[in-house]
Each structure stands twice: as structure tokens, then as C-alpha cells.
RNA sequence: GCGGGCGUAGUGUAGCCUGGUAUCACGCUAGCUUGCCAAGCUAGUGACUCGGGUUCAAAUCCCGGCGCCCGCACCA
């Protein structure tokens, strides 16, 4: 029966233009999927709601990066290093196999390195699966998308990106600029990701190209709190933490529990479950699983997943994760920048300390080129060592320098200390945009019980189409007051599908089967009257109202519902 | 990638075993009709997943590719 609604959903959303595999007179790619012109304005509706909520909502800024991105960047990320799967290869036959998945009675083999691949593989006599011939050791195969930027022989490699992370991490500085230097603050980007995938399925689920909507939000690492987390502490979460329990229990009271481990984190798994919720997503299959601890990266001390109940099972649409400092770290590491936060103390301290002046007027003549490299050496230096000749032995370039007296003054200086720099740290919210999508479909599909007839429940806030406008029939000048209806709604902003073909019933269903949330009909009674009716999509109740109050009522209807039409008139 | 199931108009299907270019329904388009919930009549539209082989002839038999679904595994 699940299974049922899942295929008359995959038709429905290519019959209607949703969404349908890519590329379909070629024979199609697995992993790439299309979305048609109503697919096209659903995940737009979907994203500008995460919109409201992350750049409206918590004032937090969008950026636009490159999908292309050199390979320093995923060297930095581990992307380049950790971002694989591990294959063998048959010496015999040459077939290529995925090695966690030849080990047999291993729990979660992916989770083993190549030396535990290649001892379990060892261990159990692992053989060809085809030809029974010997393995090779375990090789590690990168899931990235390669390409080279520029055309000629010496360009750089580059790879289309996995996530749209990176550059809320390397561009912290313009960003923590762009705040004007103050914690906590938020970067959103809205993009595609690529991942090259071994074997992509369950369609829009697991794709090779997808979309994401991520923020990278910035905390201090002491104060992981939330300024605007009153406003959801009593929302109530359905939580799966990860020594199997659930609960179900107010934000505040899973922070107090030490559930979820801070309040900045619970804070976005609460709007997480609200933004869900506003696009159309069941509260009755929808729960928040905490990662298990062998499942969570290394560096990250939380992580909660937004799991939605599909015909699949449940399914991760979205992953709220502290991520500590390791994203900052790493581009730290390997790109030298400063990617810091500056905090003032509350008053700045006074610090006296010895420090090595150069005296630069003798290190120039004596040391030449190398004179910049052993000043800056003395200055960085904490505590350097006076030998008991006198001079100072510094290593530069590899080699040991001594450094007679003359170059350099000992000196005792006061300084002012008005605070640190310090590495801030990261809770990401990151949203599988297609697999909401997809979520939302499956759980706004509704069919009527007795015949075969299909209803769309979206919220009207995501609907690809508001308005169905239609004369009721395509005469008598009922036609042409109904175009200019349909005009002026769309000239007030309100998408809308003229529609005149067929019975009135016909076109109200293939409304319906899109989510299109009201229908306009204009009959004898508007041209005697003036009054056209309304249609709800979902009790299929009319009401009458003015033609002429309609592109006013239009956008209140779509923001309240229904019910403003019926009180209104 | 493994195991299983599968691929015929936009959709759902018949035909395949036993080779002779395709059934029915819905949809869609036009006309008539009806006059507020997929009504009726008429006409039209439109398909054998791709490639190779066997054959006088392939949707049908054989081989291979691609794709889809389920399970395993992995993942946003």
C-alpha cells in the first residue's frame, strides 16, 4: 500500500511536471534529476520559506559562491583525503568492488581505515565475489567531481564541490567584518552540491547533483547559548538520542536534560522542526535523531538529524550539527589566514614582559638576506635563551644562526593586553533541499477514498500555483472577463493558471493534483451580479465575492486561507 | 557494487512462451453538447529503453549497455 503511493507519486510528479529523471532521450543518468515547471516553483516556494526563516528570521546573510572551487580548499576541508569510499580490485578479472562491502559479520565496516579494511578482508580469506580470484589491497576512491580550472596544460585542479560549506569557513574574515565584529552571527548559502556517487537511487532521495540550503552559524565557544531561544523553549521536539531512548519534551527541558547538548544547537533543531512544519511536512513523521558516536566526525560533539517518514522509511532531510572549531582550524592550517574572533576583556591588563629587540642598524649589514628571518625570530619567540657567551642561537631555514650581542637589546616592556583572538565555533544547520522537497510531496499526497482522485495538500505558502482562474464556460463573454481576472492577479504578484478547457470539474482536478490552493470561477451570475466564487482546494466549499475585490483579497487569502474569504463576505 | 523484480503512447496496460511493426482505458487537442467538481458524443494525437546478433521478417528469441524499483550498504 506504501509502495502503491509511492509510484502513483514518482507518475503524478512526471505527469504534472514536478520532477523526472534527467536527460530521458539519452537514456537517462542515474543520479540527475530534472524538475519541471511545477517542481521548478515548488523547491523556489521551499526555499524562499528557509529564507524567511534564516535571512528574515535571524538576520543572517546569504552568500554566493563558486560550485567550482580549487582543490586547496577540500585538501583543507579533508574532502580530498576523508571523502572516499574504499574499492578493491580482483588481480585475476580486474572488476572493481567496494571493499566495506565484501567484509562479512563487521558492524558498520565503513567505519574501518584501510589497514582495518585490508586485515578484515585478510582475516576472512576474501575472495573475487565473481571470479574467485585474489584481492588486491583496499584504494581508496574519491567521491568528488574532478575537473581542471582553466584549459591549458598548466591548469589548476579543481573540484566541483560536495557541500556549499567552504566558503562561510575561508571567507570568515569579510564575513565577521560584514557583522562588525561581533559573535554570534550567521552566513546562509542556497546552492548545488555534487557528490559522484557509486550507485545513486531512490531518486530524488540520493542524487549525484543536488541542492542544499546551509548556514554556518558562529558562536563562542564558551557561550553556546541562543538570544532568541525563549521563543522556542517550549516548543515540543520528538527526540531519538543515541542510547535509544525518545522523548518527547520541550526545547528547554532538553537543554536542561543535557539531551541536546547546548542551546544554540537545540535552538535550530526547534526552528529546524518549525521551517519543516511551515513547508508541509507531517508533525506525526517527522523526528529528530541524535548521531551515534561512531557515526558523528571525529570533531563534532553533537549532531541531531531531521528524519522524515517516507514510503523509503525514515529518512534524513536535514543534519544539525556543532561542528567546535575543526571547519576554522583547517583553513587556518593550511591557508596561514587568520580566521579568528577578537574578544576584549573587560579591562585591558597590564603586562610587563622581556622581550628581544633587533637592533636592526647591525643585524642588516651582518646578515643580509637573511636579517628580516632573525628579527622576526627574536620578536615571535617567547623566552629565548641567552647563552652564557652572550650571543643567541636561532635555527632559520633549518640551519642554526648565532646571533651576537650587538644585534640585539634585552628589554623589559609594559604592554596592554585589551583582549584575545580566539577561534569561534560552528553549529551548522544543513537542509537536503530536494529531499524536502520530495518530503513534502509524499506528505501533502492525499487521494479521495472512493474513486481515484488526487489532492496535493500543500501549504498555500509553497503551492507552484495560487490561483486557478476559470471562466465557466468558454462563451458568452464569461471568457474574456475571466482572462482579465486572470490578468490583474498576476499583475497584483499572484501566480495563477488560466484555465477554460473541459468541464469545470476537469480542470478543478488537475488543480488539485498540482496543490493549487484556490480556483476563481467566473459564470452568468459575474456578468449580472459582479461576483465570482471561490474555490478552497481541500473542502471544496465556495464562497461569492466581488470581482473587483479580488486582487485585493488575494494576498490575504494566501497568507491567512480559506476561512478570510468566508468571513470577509 | 551485490541479490531480486522490471522497462510497450503523457499514464496504466494487452501482446512476448508459440516472431509477421501493436490492444484497451485514461489523458491530451479540436468540434458539438452540458452549465460548478475528472459527465456524454465525434474526430484527432501518440509507444515497443538503447545497441548488437539470429532471421526473409524481432515488441517477441540471444548477447550487451542504460535506466527504474526493492533489500543490503552508504548518504544531505
Not at 523526472?20 to 516553483?41: N, R, S, T
Not at 541531531?304 to 532531510?317: H, K, M, P, R, T
Amino acid at each position: 500500500m506504501v509502495r502503491m503511493d509511492e509510484d502513483k507519486l514518482l507518475a503524478l510528479a512526471k505527469r504534472r511536471g514536478f520532477f523526472y529523471p534527467a536527460f530521458e532521450i539519452y537514456g537517462g543518468v542515474a543520479g540527475l534529476y530534472e524538475y519541471g515547471p511545477m517542481g521548478a516553483a515548488l523547491k523556489a516556494n521551499i526555499a524562499d520559506r528557509w529564507r524567511r526563516f534564516y535571512v528574515l528570521g535571524e538576520g543572517f546573510a546569504e552568500i554566493d559562491s563558486p560550485n567550482v572551487s580549487p582543490e586547496e580548499v577540500f585538501a583543507a576541508s579533508g574532502h580530498v583525503k576523508e571523502f572516499t569510499d574504499f574499492s578493491v580490485e580482483c588481480t585475476k578479472c580486474r572488476e572493481a568492488f567496494r571493499a566495506d562491502h565484501l567484509v562479512k559479520d563487521i558492524e558498520n565496516p565503513a567505519a574501518l581505515g584501510a589497514d582495518g579494511l585490508s586485515a578484515a578482508l585478510k582475516g576472512q580469506g576474501a575472495k573475487c565475489p565473481s571470479c574467485g580470484g585474489e584481492l588486491s589491497v583496499p584504494q581508496k576512491v574519491n567521491l568528488m567531481f574532478k575537473t581542471q580550472i582553466g584549459p591549458t596544460a598548466n591548469s589548476r585542479v579543481g573540484y566541483l564541490r560536495p557541500e556549499t560549506a567552504q566558503a562561510m569557513f575561508f571567507s570568515f574574515v569579510n564575513h565577521y567584518r560584514h557583522f562588525r565584529e561581533q559573535l554570534p552571527f550567521g552566513v546562509v548559502q542556497v546552492g548545488r552540491g555534487f557528490r559522484n556517487e557509486i550507485s545513486p537511487r531512490q531518486g530524488l532521495l540520493r542524487q549525484r547533483e543536488f541542492n542544499m540550503m546551509e548556514a554556518e552559524v558562529f558562536v563562542h565557544p564558551e557561550r553556546k547559548t541562543w538570544p532568541r531561544f525563549h521563543e522556542v523553549a517550549d516548543d515540543r521536539l520528538r527526540l531519538v538520542s543515541n542510547d535509544g531512548k525518545e522523548h518527547v519534551i520541550a526545547a528547554k527541558d532538553a537543554v536542561h536534560k543535557g539531551i541536546i547538548k547546548n542551546e544554540a544547537l537545540a535552538y535550530f533543531v526547534a526552528l529546524t522542526q518549525r521551517f519543516l512544519l511551515d513547508v508541509g511536512i507531517d508533525p506525526k513523521r517527522l523526528r529528530f535523531r541524535q548521531h551515534l558516536t561512531n557515526e558523528m566526525a571525529h570533531y563534532a560533539s553533537d549532531c541531531w538529524d531531521a528524519e522524515v517518514e517516507l514510503s523509503y522509511g525514515w529518512v534524513e532531510a536535514v543534519g544539525v550539527a556543532d561542528r567546535g572549531s575543526y571547519d576554522l582550524d583547517q583553513h587556518i592550517r593550511h591557508s596561514g589566514a587568520q580566521l579568528t574572533a577578537f574578544e576584549r576583556f573587560a579591562e585591558a591588563n597590564e603586562v610587563e614582559r622581556d622581550v628581544i629587540a633587533p637592533v636592526h642598524a647591525r643585524l642588516g649589514p651582518l646578515f643580509k638576506g637573511k636579517a628580516k628571518a632573525i628579527a622576526a625570530a627574536m620578536e615571535s619567540a617567547e623566552g629565548l635563551a641567552v647563552e652564557s657567551d652572550g650571543t643567541i642561537k636561532l635555527a632559520i631555514d633549518g640551519a642554526e644562526v648565532t646571533v651576537p650581542p650587538e644585534c640585539f637589546e634585552r628589554k623589559r616592556v609594559r604592554e596592554k593586553v585589551s583582549g584575545r583572538r580566539f577561534v569561534p565555533h560552528v553549529i551548522e544547520p544543513s537542509y537536503g533541499l530536494d529531499r524536502i522537497l520530495y518530503s513534502v510531496m509524499e506528505h501533502s499526497y492525499h487521494e479521495e477514498e472512493k474513486e481515484e482522485y488526487t489532492v496535493m495538500r500543500l501549504p498555500i505558502s509553497v503551492a507552484p500555483i495560487k490561483f486557478g482562474v476559470f471562466p465557466l464556460m468558454a462563451k458568452d463573454g464569461l471568457d474574456g472577463f475571466a482572462m482579465k481576472l486572470d490578468a490583474e492577479l498576476r499583475d497584483a504578484g499572484v501566480v495563477t493558471s488560466y484555465d477554460d478547457s473541459g468541464s469545470i470539474g476537469r480542470r478543478y482536478a488537475r488543480m488539485d493534483e498540482v496543490g493549487t490552493p484556490f480556483c476563481v470561477t467566473v459564470d452568468h451570475e459575474t456578468l449580472e451580479k459582479g461576483t465570482v466564487t471561490i474555490r478552497d482546494r481541500d473542502s471544496k466549499a465556495q464562497v461569492r465575492v466581488p470581482a473587483k475585490e479580488l486582487a485585493a483579497l488575494a494576498p490575504r487569502l494566501l497568507r491567512h486561507g480559506f476561512s478570510v474569504a468566508k468571513g470577509g463576505k
